[in-house]
């Protein structure tokens, strides 16, 4: 069984609802994150609780969810360990997953309807990493992440 981690800012509450009924009804396992509500609520730490769930190993994969799913990617992106995609289509879900292994998918609830959106996770859920060439980049971006994590601890310490 999948472990799904989700959350969403105002905008991508209402989606949000949805896909949580629409996993559960597959027999996933999900964890919400949060928002509760249509009330304006910034999106960085929800995204971040998510992102941290995967990460950690408590979810297989996340959902974030905005208004255009923008912000909710670059927030979730800042996570060691994730590779958020925004996907509002079906073929950057598959492509999401099976050249870059994206752990994170992110959508807008102004952009995807439901029935879109459930085509999105569906399409996200099962496609499988290809490996091979995409192993050496997705290893190459990991390098990166610990460069740059490197430099950042060492100007902090200054």
Known sequence: MKRI???SDHAGF???Q???GYLTNKGLSV???GTNSTQ?????AICADVARAVRDGKADMGIVLGGSGQGEQIAANKINGVRAALCNDLY???MARSHNNANVLSMGGRVVTFEL?????????STEFEGGRHERRV???HEIELVENKIFQNERSK
């Not at 304006?40 to 960085?44: A, E, G, K």
């Not at 959106?117 to 996200?124: G, N, S, T």
């Open 31 to 33: 964890s919400d994150h």
């Open 139 to 141: 290893a190459q971006l």
């Open 40 to 44: 304006s609520v910034d999106y960085p």
């Open 5 to 7: 981690a989700i959350g």
């Open 117 to 125: 959106a459930e085509q999105i996770v569906d399409k996200f859920i």
């Open 18 to 20: 949805h896909l949580v």
């Open 14 to 16: 209402d989606l949000k």
């Open 92 to 94: 950057l879900a598959e």
